[in-house]
């Protein structure tokens, strides 16, 4: 597996910094499987989509600090990072 080919420019300026005031305001994208058409809506339409014996599951985790470790691979050197933000 290459990593390189799940890689995607996503400009900084549409990953959301902080959760809206009121959450059921969220944007919600729905794509057309059979013709490819995108259509925006609001999270609240979802019920509009969801059929009989569909699942939906709902991740309901939070960003935290993460520290990843790694070796260098020339030099075989441990490498610690800290993520914050």
Known sequence: MNVNDYYYDL?????????LKTRS????LVLNKNNG?????KFTDILDY????????????SVIPARLY???EDTKALIEILLLT
């Open 70 to 72: 790694g070796v260098k």
């Open 37 to 41: 058409d995108i259509k925006h809506h």
């Open 11 to 19: 400009p900084e300026e549409l990953i959301a910094q902080v959760p």
């Open 25 to 28: 305001d969220s944007k919600l």
């Open 50 to 61: 969801l059929k009989k014996g569909d699942v939906l599951v709902v991740n309901d985790t």
